[in-house]
Every structure is written in C-alpha cells, then in structure tokens.
C-alpha cells in the first residue's frame, strides 16, 4: 500500500487495483467496484458550528479595557 500525505489508500479486493475517492466511499476504476461507506458518514454526528465569542476579539477588547 501507497501512503500519501500519511493516508493509505486502500486496495481492491478483487483485482488489486489502487481504489479512488467517491462520494460514496472507495471505488475501483479498474472493475468498477464500489465500497460503499455512505451509512458510516451519515451516523457520524458533526456538532454544530462554535456560537460563542471570538478569542481574538475577546483578547483584545479585554487588553483595550486593561490600558484605559
């Protein structure tokens, strides 16, 4: 197995052939076959996008209010 960037990409159980992205999961563009991994995408759970205060802003309004 080829590593790239510190993934493997895995191989075709059928033929061996290098499989490709798809959206779907691994593809063989050799005898086309699909490992389908779309049910293990869906139940991970992404958590929602970060609604508090920017650490930045916070910091430097905070050094603001320390100077005057």
Not at 5 to 28: A, L, S, W
């Amino acid at each position: 197995m080829s590593i790239v960037d510190g993934f493997v990409q895995p191989h075709c159980p059928t033929c061996g052939v290098v499989m490709r992205d798809d959206p779907r999961g691994f593809r063989c563009p050799s005898c086309n076959r699909l490992d389908d991994h779309s049910a293990e995408r869906a139940a991970v759970e992404i958590p929602p996008a970060f609604d508090g205060p920017d650490l930045d802003q916070h910091r430097h309004h905070s050094y603001r209010s320390d100077l005057s």
